[in-house]
C-alpha cells in the first residue's frame, strides 16, 4: 500500500456530464500528479499540482482541470464527457526535492462513460 | 511513433525463469528511468528507480540502462506466479515533472 488514496474506485457517467474525482495524498508529500490511463495503454500524463497551483501539463483539453487543497488532496474535474474519456484515472503524489522525484500511484478511479 | 517502446506481450515463462523486460525511447533528454509493476485493477507500483545510465540490483529484480543505445531493461531472476503483472516502464527528464510511460508489458508466469 502506498497511501495514496482514491474515490470512488468506479464510476458510470454518460456523455456530456461532469465528473470529479478526488485524490489523498501519501502523508508528507506535497505534489499530485494525475494520469489516465486507456485500456491496454501505459498512463498518460493530464498535469500535475504542487502547492495549490498547477505546475505542468500534459496534452489534454481544458475540459480537464484540477485542484489542490491545503492538505495536498486534489480533485480531477472533467467536463462535457465523451465516450473516450472512458479510462483508469490514477493519482500519484511525491515529495518535490528538486533532484529524485518517486510517484506513488493510488488504486485508481474506473471511469465509464456510456 | 511513440515516445517510448514496449513490447505489448504477453510474455509466458516457467516458474523459476529469468524475465527479461526492455523498452526502448526516442527523447536523448531522459535522465531518470523507472519500471512499476501493476497487477489488474490496480495502480502502478514503483519497482525500480535509476537515475542515467548503469546497473541497478534490488532482490530478484536487476535494472540496466543504456543512454548511448536509448534501451532500458528489467530482468526478474527466480519468478514466481505472484510476478505474474503487466509491467511499465516510464522516463523523465532532468528539468520537468512529467513521466512517459511505455504501453506496458504482460507477463505470465506459469506454476
Known amino acids: 500500500e502506498t497511501g495514496v488514496t482514491q474515490s470512488p474506485t468506479h464510476l458510470i457517467k454518460t456523455r456530456g456530464q461532469q465528473v470529479t474525482l478526488r485524490c489523498s495524498s501519501q502523508?508528507?508529500?506535497?505534489?499530485v500528479s494525475w494520469y489516465q490511463q486507456a485500456l491496454g495503454q501505459g498512463p498518460q500524463f493530464i498535469f500535475q499540482?504542487?502547492?495549490?497551483?498547477?505546475?505542468g501539463r500534459g496534452n489534454f483539453p481544458p475540459r480537464f482541470s484540477g485542484l489542490q487543497f491545503p492538505n495536498y488532496s486534489s480533485e480531477l474535474n472533467v467536463n462535457a464527457l465523451e465516450l473516450d474519456d472512458s479510462a483508469l484515472y490514477l493519482c500519484?503524489?511525491?515529495?518535490?526535492?528538486?533532484?529524485?522525484?518517486?510517484?506513488?500511484f493510488g488504486s485508481g478511479t474506473q471511469l465509464s462513460v456510456l | 511513433q511513440k515516445e517510448v517502446e514496449q513490447d505489448p506481450g504477453p510474455l509466458s515463462v516457467p516458474e523459476g525463469a529469468i524475465v527479461s523486460l526492455n523498452c526502448t525511447y526516442s527523447n536523448s533528454a531522459f535522465q531518470y528511468f523507472m519500471w512499476y509493476r501493476q497487477y489488474s485493477r490496480k495502480g502502478p507500483e514503483l519497482l525500480m528507480y535509476?537515475?542515467?545510465?548503469g546497473n541497478k540490483e534490488d532482490g530478484r529484480f536487476t535494472a540496466q540502462v543504456d543512454k548511448s543505445s536509448k534501451y532500458i531493461s528489467l530482468f526478474i531472476r527466480d519468478s514466481q506466479p505472484s510476478d505474474s503483472a503487466t509491467y511499465l516502464c516510464a522516463m523523465k527528464g532532468a528539468a520537468g515533472n512529467k513521466l512517459t510511460f511505455g504501453g506496458g508489458t504482460r507477463v505470465l508466469v506459469k506454476p
Open positions: 499540482y504542487y502547492r495549490e497551483e498547477e505546475n
Open positions: 535509476t537515475y542515467s545510465s
Open positions: 500519484a503524489s511525491s515529495l518535490a526535492t528538486g533532484l529524485e522525484e518517486k510517484l506513488f
Open positions: 502523508s508528507g508529500h506535497n505534489t
